[in-house]
């Protein structure tokens, strides 16, 4: 079990607007992600935190910033939301790299 | 080419049958190898996890690693309605930084006909 809450569960919102989505975990797993899911192109990491204050990028990080403030909390944020970023969302967590990642519930968000 | 592709199926099979995912991968520095499950509007979960070659099973489920020819199976026996999900392969680790990230396939989806 993750212990990975996020939320919101579904948002819509308008292009340019800002959204922060928000991942919460109960264990203390250093390690935690953000992927989003599309039709075609599967889950792609957006980006990844390595503890508090340390994140990196992954794949598809244009547009998209994120914090760690806690060790229990991940933000997502979307500075001026566009509509390619409509898409499920998924909060991720691990003990250490190499070690096998859990995944929240989702976040559903809609750009129109 | 992306790292992992992965046939999208969709596949739809009767209960009871023998269900076999494939996955192939470009890079033979790939050591560890995992299949997700994924139920509608849910979270992927871990369903196996293997390292370098080899069979491992648990349960119903097999998951084969053949990295002569960078190919990823998941074989599932005796197929329940319950299976019915999409499932996705993933690969990690490798001798360079960064190739420890988790790269998915785009997910295969499986219906288990009653």
């Known amino acids: 079990d993750a212990g990975i809450t996020q939320s919101p569960r579904h948002k819509v919102t308008e292009t340019g607007t800002p959204v922060t989505l928000r991942c919460h975990q109960t264990?203390?797993?250093?390690?935690m992600y953000w992927y989003r899911q599309d039709p075609g192109h599967g889950l792609r990491l957006i980006h990844y935190?390595?503890?508090?204050?340390?994140?990196d990028k992954g794949e598809v990080s244009d547009g998209y910033s994120v914090s760690r403030s806690k060790t229990e909390d991940f933000l997502l944020t979307l500075e001026s939301a566009t509509s390619s970023q409509t898409s499920v969302y998924f909060c991720a967590n691990s003990q250490g790299y190499t070690d096998t990642q859990y995944f929240g519930p989702g976040t559903r968000l809609t750009v129109l | 080419q992306k790292e992992v592709e992965q046939d999208p199926g969709p596949l739809s099979v009767p209960e009871g049958a023998i269900v076999s995912l494939n996955c192939t991968y470009s890079n033979s520095a790939f050591q560890y190898f995992m299949w997700y499950r994924q139920y509608s509007r849910k979270g992927p979960e871990l369903l196996m996890y293997t390292y370098s070659s080899g069979n491992k099973e648990d349960g119903r489920f097999t998951a084969q690693v053949d990295k002569s020819s960078k190919y990823i199976s998941l074989f599932i026996r005796d197929s329940q309605p319950s299976d019915s999900a999409t499932y996705l392969c993933?690969?990690?680790?490798?001798?360079?930084?960064?190739?420890?990230?988790?790269?998915f396939g785009k997910g295969t989806k499986l219906t288990v006909n009653p």
């Open positions: 993933a690969r990690k680790g490798g001798a360079q930084g960064g190739s420890e990230k988790l790269v």
């Open positions: 264990e203390n797993h250093r390690y």
């Open positions: 935190s390595y503890g508090v204050k340390d994140t």
